[in-house]
């Protein structure tokens, strides 16, 4: 038999042996009786160089079609094993009978988790959520607040400073003030967001962390009632029974100014924490917002998420909510 034809012999055998194979470790064990280095195609060209050069040429080109055609279609039938369950032999590949794995589902941060508890607090009692930039201007971080030049947190080591006289907002107050530039009272509003100060961060202390501030400003809107809507948060998150403090304090921004307390037990030991700050409205805020403070008043309030939850948890280190630690972050699931 010619060389020529013997090649297309194999090429039609190695098809029809294809047609049958059942699984990759079949398919590999025919491609290599085919196209390995000592199959029948590579024993039929070894025998090129003693045949007639006339002939050679024939079964040469034969055997290089043949090749190309046979790697083309075991690569094919590979491709379909593999994608193809249902061409899979039983036994190869995964077993898809088996039960799947179940991924573990995850959960809020804990900082995103007491931020939503928070806000459904607030708005329960009427308020609603704002939001603003984090690169402020001065005039909305400082000055609209009553916070003078020569005030020390508008020092270089006390405030991110960008360029175009631009700086990372120290407080979500700049919200307040952008809130009071587009609406008339009444105005109900509370501001969640992050915050930024260049403090060394240690135990208690990050260079970012989270605020809530809350505004209210209407006609005759009393310090009563600032007591009245803090309490009633207070006893909401923290519970009924834990005693409060309301104590003077001094901010800027409003006057009179008071700092709220919770009694705090811990280790058979009773102490006093501060947990926000509030007051009521300066009247130099009002007026750099263009509001009479003959006609409204207000009050404000701030908070730190971070120090709230570190209270309600017993946590040790602020640090402890950004090290993304999984160990320490699913407790709060």
């Known amino acids: 038999m010619p060389l020529a034809e013997e090649i297309l012999q194999i090429e039609k055998t190695a098809k029809d042996e294809l047609r049958e194979a059942t699984g990759l470790d079949a398919l590999e064990a025919l491609k290599n ?5 000592r199959g029948r195609l590579a024993e039929a060209t070894a025998r090129l160089g003693g045949i007639d050069p006339a002939e050679r040429r024939d079964a040469g080109r034969e055997a290089n079609r043949v090749k190309e055609e046979l790697t083309r279609l075991f690569d094919e039938r590979k491709h379909s094993f593999e994608t193809s369950p249902q061409d899979r032999k039983r036994g190869e590949g995964p077993d898809l009978t088996l039960p799947g794995v179940v991924p573990r589902p ?3 941060h804990i900082l995103t988790r007491v931020i939503d508890e928070i806000s459904d607090i607030f708005m329960g009692l009427g308020f609603e959520v704002a939001s603003g930039p984090e690169v402020e201007t001065e005039f909305h971080n400082f000055e609209a607040l009553n916070i003078p030049l020569d005030h020390p947190s508008r020092d ?5 400073y960008l360029e175009n006289q631009r700086l990372l907002r120290s407080q979500t107050s700049t ?3 952008r809130v009071m530039e587009k609406k008339r009272p009444p ?3 509370i501001a969640p967001g992050r915050v930024y100060r260049p403090d060394a961060t240690d135990a208690s202390h990050s260079f970012m962390f989270h605020q809530i501030e809350g505004l ?3 006609e005759k809107v009393s310090f009563a009632e600032l007591k009245g809507v803090l309490l009633t948060f207070a006893r909401r998150f923290f519970g009924a029974k834990v005693p409060f403090r309301f104590r003077p304090h001094f901010f800027p921004f409003t006057e009179p100014s008071a700092e709220m307390d919770i009694l705090w037990s811990r280790g058979g030991k009773d102490r006093w924490l501060e947990i926000l700050g509030a007051g009521m409205v300066h009247p130099h805020v009002l007026r750099s917002v263009k509001l009479s403070p003959e006609k409204f008043t207000g009050f404000a309030f701030g908070l730190g998420v971070e120090r709230i939850a570190m209270l309600r948890w017993g946590i040790p280190d602020i640090r402890m909510f950004f090290d993304n630690d999984v160990r320490f972050l699913a407790q709060f699931g």
């Open 156 to 160: 270089s080591f006390d405030t991110f």
């Open 187 to 189: 105005i109900k509003v």
């Open 33 to 37: 009786k085919y196209l390995g280095r």
């Open 106 to 108: 995850g959960h809020l």
């Open 175 to 177: 919200v307040q003030i």
């Open 216 to 218: 209210l400003v209407d």
